[in-house]
């Protein structure tokens, strides 16, 4: 008999090379106060175990014990069907951009509907890079002082969990017929946006070269933006790899 795989109850908090011990310490408590208690370390500046993050995360330090430490933010992503960033300034990449609340609401409603959820918080002293913001699915907008827009990454991490335990009192639910398939994971939607890149780049597509990074950006947010299925994956592969087919048969 097959073990059964237990899906998550809650949305991942992936915070991306935090900076302070402290500071994530303070992330766990906050994840804690609202019953999250998945939480993703990507390349922490300072090291991981981090005695100044278990001494501030006070009655919180299981998060940290069982927190998964990984090297960049695509290992992070790997399971993940959905993703939000969180980010307090314009950025020039077309995404659904959603209040906390909003965000929570649609997270929960993924969750429901069977989908691995995730939300990003940037390092301290800048906020997650455009990089970073092109591999989620949309952007979390806090209403903030525009001459003071500047959040601190617990205080972030504390008002996304808020909003998410809200939602845990009237969550309104959506059905998708998946017709015999599944939601593609974050790891299969980044083969898929890898293998175009390669194969675009064989054929000289990225020109002028000055251009390329920001026509490679703007490729991987789009793949980003559309809720792709493991069908829907597999079939964009087997069109690209024909196309090169007919290309070398020519």
């Given at each position: 008999?097959?073990?059964?795989?237990?899906?998550?109850?809650?949305?991942a908090?992936?915070l991306?090379?935090p900076?302070?011990?402290e500071?994530i310490g303070?992330a766990?408590?906050a994840?804690?106060?609202f019953s999250?208690d998945?939480?993703?370390?990507?390349?922490?500046?300072?090291g991981?175990?981090n005695?100044?993050?278990?001494?501030?995360a006070?009655?919180?330090?299981?998060?940290?014990d069982e927190?998964?430490?990984?090297?960049?933010?695509?290992?992070?992503?790997?399971?993940?069907?959905?993703?939000?960033a969180t980010?307090a300034?314009e950025?020039d990449?077309?995404?659904?951009v959603?209040?906390?609340r909003?965000a929570?609401?649609a997270?929960?409603?993924?969750?429901?509907?069977?989908q691995r959820?995730?939300?990003?918080?940037g390092?301290e002293?800048a906020?997650l890079?455009?990089?970073?913001i092109?591999?989620?699915n949309a952007i979390?907008?806090v209403?903030v002082?525009?001459?003071?827009a500047?959040l601190?990454?617990a205080?972030?991490v504390?008002?996304v969990?808020?909003?998410?335990?809200?939602?845990q009192?009237d969550?309104t639910?959506?059905r998708?017929?998946?017709?015999g398939?599944d939601?593609?994971?974050?790891a299969?939607?980044e083969?898929l946006?890898?293998?175009?890149?390669d194969?675009?780049?064989?054929?000289?597509?990225?020109?002028p070269e000055?251009?390329?990074?920001s026509?490679?950006?703007?490729l991987?947010?789009?793949?980003?933006?559309m809720?792709?299925t493991r069908?829907d994956v597999?079939?964009?592969?087997?069109?690209?790899?024909?196309?090169v087919r007919w290309?070398?048969?020519?």
């Open positions: 008999m097959s073990d059964i795989v237990s899906l998550p109850e809650s949305p908090f992936v991306v090379r900076q302070m011990g500071n303070a766990a408590r994840m804690w106060n999250l998945r939480m993703v370390v990507v390349a922490p500046r300072d991981w175990p005695p100044a993050a278990v001494a501030m006070s009655g919180a330090g299981r998060l940290l927190a998964r430490l990984v090297g960049d933010l695509p290992e992070a992503l790997g399971d993940s069907d959905f993703v939000f980010t300034r950025r990449l077309t995404k659904p959603y209040d906390p909003g929570m609401v997270a929960a409603a993924r969750i429901a509907a069977g959820v995730s939300v990003l918080f390092p002293r906020g890079e455009n990089d970073d092109a591999r989620a979390i907008s209403p002082n525009p001459v003071f500047s601190n990454l205080q972030c504390l008002l969990g808020y909003e998410w335990q809200r939602t009192m969550v639910t959506e998708v017929e998946m017709a398939t939601w593609a994971s974050g299969e939607v083969h946006a890898q293998h175009y890149e194969r675009m780049a064989e054929a000289g597509f990225f020109f000055h251009k390329a990074a026509m490679k950006l703007n991987r947010n789009m793949w980003s933006r809720p792709m069908a597999q079939m964009l592969h087997g069109m690209m790899r024909q196309m290309k070398d048969r020519g």
